[in-house]
């Protein structure tokens, strides 16, 4: 599958944005499916992730209260929400899915097979 991530863009500090990971066949809905970040000189790291079965969700604690992921299969369409964001939320965001991602590894980015190319968001102060 093929993901293409788009959303990002400049923001304020305390604004809010919407990702969006498009894949390119019917096949999302049997995958799990993530969100990374990666911010200038740091690793890439993870911030959401939405299991295939059941639908729950995970994030980095630091944004557990103010970000959302979610999915709509009928759109093929993975979303990242993302409120009252910061200056440290300063990122290029990748969305990742693979199939098979066991719970102990669902935060880990060795665990995605496929991956998206990349949106920037900048958070201004």
């Known amino acids: 599958v093929q993901l293409q991530a788009s959303g990002g863009g400049l923001v304020q500090a305390g604004g809010a944005l919407r990702l969006s990971c498009a894949a390119s066949?019917?096949?999302?809905?049997?995958?799990?499916v993530a969100w990374f970040r990666q911010a200038p000189g740091k690793e890439r790291e993870f911030v959401a992730a939405?299991?295939?079965?059941?639908?729950?969700?995970y994030y980095k604690d630091s944004v557990k209260s103010r970000f959302t992921i979610s999915r709509d299969n009928a759109k093929n369409t993975v979303y990242l929400q993302m409120n009252s964001l910061k200056p440290e939320d300063t990122a290029v965001y990748y969305c990742?899915?693979?199939?098979?991602?066991?719970?102990?590894?669902?935060?880990?980015?060795?665990?995605?097979?496929?991956w998206g190319q990349g949106t920037l968001v900048t958070v201004s102060s």
């Open positions: 939405h299991r295939r079965n059941g639908g729950y969700t």
């Open positions: 066949d019917s096949t999302l809905s049997s995958y799990t």
């Open positions: 990742a899915a693979s199939s098979g991602v066991i719970l102990s590894s669902i935060r880990q980015k060795d665990a995605y097979a496929y």
